[in-house]
């Protein structure tokens, strides 16, 4: 009796172990399309962009303009950041920018813009302490369209406190 209790527990352990994993890829495949959209176009990225100077456009093969602009321009860690987004030649349903720490995982960053009319989107994001003195991010603006998600990326670097770029 003793051992067929064991068993039976073990079978119970098994089966609550295989419906978890199940629930966990159908969560998986279900957000997998979200979290990582499939970009329709991509602009290039333009290496010039110095986002405290101002305003940065990424131009889209095809036609159509993504300006992106972040403030403070000091851009700081753990502070709320305006993030301003226009387009130009472009349609867009919704606008979102995700953040992305080149060379370090920094995990999912990705803030929601509300729409002001004319192209014109704004919003509020955070970018998380890094152990780095300085680290290297990725904006990514994702435009959904009718056509598809297009994205244009921006690049730019943090500092800590207390810490300085170098000139360009």
Same mark, same amino acid.
């Given at each position: 009796?003793?051992?067929?209790?064991?068993?039976?527990?073990?079978?119970?352990?098994?089966?609550?172990?295989?419906?978890?994993?199940?629930?966990?890829?159908?969560?998986?495949?279900?957000?997998?399309?979200?979290?990582?959209?499939e970009l329709v176009v991509v602009?290039?990225?333009?290496?010039? +962009?110095?986002?405290?100077?101002?305003? +940065?456009?990424?131009?889209?093969?095809?036609?159509?303009?993504?300006?992106?602009?972040?403030?403070?321009?000091?851009?700081?860690?753990?502070?709320?950041?305006?993030?301003?987004?226009?387009?130009?030649?472009?349609?867009?349903?919704?606008?979102?920018?995700?953040?992305?720490?080149?060379?370090?995982?920094?995990?999912?960053?990705?803030?929601?813009?509300?729409?002001?009319?004319?192209?014109?989107?704004?919003?509020?994001?955070?970018?998380?302490? +890094?152990?780095?003195?300085?680290?290297?991010w990725e904006a990514r603006v994702?435009?959904?369209?009718?056509?598809?998600?297009?994205?244009?990326?921006?690049?730019?670097?943090?500092?800590?406190?207390?810490?300085?770029?170098?000139?360009?």
């Amino acid at each position: 009796m003793v051992r067929s209790d064991r068993v039976l527990w073990l079978l119970v352990g098994l089966l609550v172990g295989l419906l978890f994993l199940t629930v966990i890829a159908v969560v998986i495949y279900k957000l997998w399309p979200q979290l990582n959209p499939e970009l329709v176009v991509v602009a290039p990225l333009d290496s010039e +962009c110095d986002l405290r100077a101002g305003p +940065c456009v990424g131009l889209l093969p095809g036609g159509g303009e993504i300006s992106f602009s972040i403030e403070p321009k000091e851009i700081p860690l753990v502070v709320p950041l305006r993030l301003g987004v226009e387009l130009k030649g472009l349609f867009a349903h919704n606008v979102e920018v995700d953040f992305i720490g080149i060379g370090m995982q920094m995990g999912f960053n990705r803030s929601q813009l509300r729409a002001e009319g004319s192209g014109r989107f704004s919003g509020k994001g955070v970018l998380p302490v +890094c152990i780095r003195s300085a680290m290297e991010w990725e904006a990514r603006v994702m435009v959904h369209t009718d056509k598809g998600v297009m994205a244009a990326p921006f690049r730019f670097i943090t500092v800590k406190q207390g810490v300085t770029l170098p000139e360009r």
